[in-house]
């Protein structure tokens, strides 16, 4: 079973940064794809970013390639979102999520909002 709690999120002005946190229990690093999904008010939940598991090698969503950073630090079993020059429409409910299979996640956080003002 695998547990994740995120934490980071709030209000930030559009062009800012945040970073969001997410700490995971059980078997996650060397066993599954660990990623971030986010979800607008009035919108289908997105794929945003993940790493495969073993090589960490990061995907990211065409929407945020170049802005957001995924990471993980495996001693402290968690996963990093850095989120760049931000745009009002990343503001939602951002998920960790872990056992990711073709964009689609098994194990779910409870998530943390990210606020971004014009």
């Known amino acids: 079973q695998v547990q994740l709690v995120e934490s980071g999120g709030g209000l930030v002005q559009a062009g800012g940064s945040v970073r969001l946190s997410c700490v995971a229990s059980?078997?996650?690093?060397?066993?599954?794809?660990m990623g971030w999904f986010r979800r607008a008010p009035g919108k289908e939940r997105e794929f945003v970013a993940a790493?495969?598991?073993?090589?960490?090698?990061?995907y990211y969503s065409d929407s945020v390639k170049g802005r957001f950073t995924i990471s993980g630090d495996n001693a402290k079993n968690t996963v990093y979102l850095q989120m760049n020059r931000l745009k009002p429409e990343d503001g939602a409910v951002y998920c960790c999520?872990?056992?990711?299979?073709?964009?689609?996640?098994?194990?779910w956080g409870q998530g943390t909002k990210v606020t971004v003002s014009a």
């Open positions: 059980g078997r996650t690093f060397d066993t599954y794809h």
């Open positions: 999520a872990a056992d990711i299979v073709n964009y689609v996640a098994r194990y």
């Open positions: 790493f495969t598991s073993v090589t960490a090698t990061p």
